[in-house]
């Protein structure tokens, strides 16, 4: 079992809260990337489901403190890909990946890298709200449970119901079912879950995109509260609430090969305004502004 | 009032009309024909032998004169296998379906092999299983004609069902549950053991009650296995036994019409404990149903 250090101290830059209307001029990482402590630097990834490649190619860094969103039409691998982060994909039976990722600086698939050690560092929220079939409180307290992060258990929970913005909804009733409260708070139920084993690192598959606009707000301020202290990646389908939270933008699309075989592909990645104001790539104004996908 | 306004009340003559009713007075009659069998049979024997269940059927032993025969020995032989079988199936069962929903590789062709042949052995007859019992648990294994051995012959027939139940409640638990527990790094076997099976018991619970239920009114294979009909004492694990159904089987064999009311008497005994456990797998199953 390796230990993947994991930095608990702050950032050496830190460069405050970013907007979003400044971001581009004041941290551009293609200008100065040693400007900013990576958290993931993934070289030329290329995942393959039976030998079948879904997406080729990839290299992108992922900056501490950020928010990182992928966005691109259906198919083009950005949930294949985030998957990577955490070894989620290697549930899928026969699923491969071949480049590198480095997680500060070591190797995330080197060959004593332990999964649960990954998981434990690198959390994830999912689609779809996935409350387990318990109480409020043994929700929260499953991961420090397994992990055994047992010693002050009721503050560890209620610290991470705090985060996720959720305590003052929920601190009467952590007895009950979590299947008792709304789609919205099952979500915020799911990011407090994850937060309680205390991450470096936030994944986000899609989090608001089963929710209604309101539910859908809370997520996304949540999101610029919770990257002060965590690096947060999100794929969403919504570009308005890529534009909204994110400080960095991957966009992803569909390369059709000669026999008709589809991969997903990185096609740019920059500052969010930059992405969504002046693109360099043609297929990336095409997404953005709306002409296709 | 215009032509189209009109149009809406088509007078009851759409095509398929016809075969639409016929087809419901099928589905009437059908469930109407497998009512009126049971609720007679169930009437009969009710008229037959309310009269007899009296302290006499279910304390006394065995007798050749009706009037103080019983189904005492037989009553507790039944509970106690009935008790056997639930601690060999419900281990057995339940870690063989976590295996093969958990932790098989598909691609293998044992696990493959292992699948078909759970299905398989579901659908072999119980006299099958007593003559393996027969050659097998009492003759092989010299275990002799004894309650054990029948209790284990009964736990082969019905733990194919017991197994296929369980596959199915611990599939019926969503893979979102495991991939949440996963990524909070949780192990395979905090998977299972915390979230999969908590969440699969209900399920697991009704189908096992359900599977012994079905066994514990099973008579060919425990005739094969050696169940007397005749026995005095009460039953011990390692000792001569009988069992409710076999009782039922002599006595309405002998030639007394006072021996077939006490069947009937005890066939009422076996149909009150069979439904108390089935009433007691749909409790479950309503109390701590699925919620999701």
Redesign the interface.
């Known amino acids: 079992m390796t230990e993947i250090e994991t930095p608990r101290e702050a950032p050496s830059v830190n460069i405050g809260d970013v907007s979003l209307e400044n971001v581009a001029e004041r941290q551009r990482p293609s200008a100065s990337p040693e400007v900013r402590d990576a958290v993931f630097q993934v070289k030329d990834v290329t995942v393959s489901y039976s030998g079948n490649p879904a997406l080729t190619g990839v290299s992108l860094d992922i900056y501490r403190n950020y928010v990182t969103a992928f966005i691109g039409p259906s198919g083009c691998g950005k949930s294949t890909f985030i998957r990577c982060f ?1 070894h ?1 994909n290697a ?1 899928i ?1 026969g699923a491969t990946i071949d480049g590198t990722i480095m997680y500060h600086d070591q190797d995330l698939y080197g060959p004593e890298v332990d999964a ?2 990954v ?2 560092r690198i ?2 929220v ?1 689609q ?1 709200p ?5 109480t409020i409180y043994d929700n929260i307290a ?2 420090p ?3 055994g992060m047992t010693d002050n258990l009721a503050q560890r929970v209620e610290s991470a119901l705090q985060q996720a913005a959720l305590w003052d909804e929920v601190k009467d009733r952590l007895k009950s ?1 979590a ?1 008792s409260l709304s789609g919205g708070q099952q979500q915020r139920l ?1 990011i407090a ?2 937060l309680a ?1 205390e991450p470096d690192v936030i994944l986000m598959d899609e989090p608001a995109s089963a929710l209604d606009p309101i539910a859908t707000t809370r997520i996304e301020d949540l999101m610029h509260e919770l990257k002060k202290n965590y690096t947060i990646v999100v794929v969403t389908h919504n570009m308005q609430q890529a534009a909204r939270v994110a400080d960095m933008t991957a966009f992803f699309s569909v390369n059709q090969g000669a026999e008709g075989q589809r991969t997903g592909i990185l096609v740019e990645y920059d500052a969010t305004p930059k992405i969504f104001t002046q693109p360099s790539d043609k297929r990336t104004e095409d997404y953005v502004t709306g002409r296709f996908g | 009032m215009s032509a189209v306004q009109g149009d809406i009340r088509g007078g009851g003559r759409r095509q398929g009309e016809l075969q639409g009713r016929l087809f419901s007075a099928f589905l009437l009659l059908s469930m109407g024909v497998g009512l009126v069998t049971l609720g007679t049979l169930i009437v009969k024997v009710i008229l037959d032998g309310v009269r007899l269940v009296d302290p006499v059927l279910l304390t006394d032993s065995p007798s050749a004169d009706p009037a103080f025969a019983g189904a005492g020995p037989a009553i507790l032989a039944t509970i106690y296998m009935g008790l056997l079988l639930i601690a060999f199936t419900v281990p057995i069962g339940v870690g063989t379906a976590v295996y093969l929903e958990e932790y098989a ?3 293998r062709w044992y696990n493959r092999a292992l699948e078909v042949n759970i299905q398989n052995l579901a659908a072999v007859p119980s006299i099958v299983y007593g003559i393996l019992g027969l050659a097998f648990l009492v003759r092989g294994l010299g275990l002799g004609r004894v309650l054990l051995a029948g209790a284990m012959i009964l736990t082969l027939l019905v733990l194919p069902t017991v197994i296929i139940a369980a596959r199915e409640a611990i599939r019926a638990v ?1 893979g ?2 495991r ?9 395979r076997w ?1 998977v299972v053991w ?2 999969v099976l ?2 699969a018991t209900p399920g697991i619970a009704t189908g096992s009650i359900l599977a012994v239920s079905r066994a514990i009114g099973e008579t060919a294979p425990l005739l094969l296995v050696g169940a007397l009909t005749y026995v005095a004492f009460n039953p011990t694990l390692l000792g001569d036994f009988t069992a409710l159904p076999v009782q039922i089987y002599q006595w309405t064999s002998r030639s007394q019409a006072e021996f077939r009311e006490l069947a009937a008497a005890a066939i009422i005994v076996l149909l009150a404990i069979l439904l108390t456990l089935n009433a007691f797998a749909i409790w479950l199953r309503n109390r701590y149903g699925r ?2």
């Open positions: 955490n989620m549930l039976p649960v050690e998981r434990k959390g994830m999912f779809k996935n409350p387990f079939p318990k499953f991961g449970r397994v992990l079912s299947l799911c879950r994850c084993v | 590789d598909r691609n969503p979102s549950i991939q949440g527990a996963y990524a909070l790094g949780a192990t905090q915390r979230q908590p969440a919620k999701w």
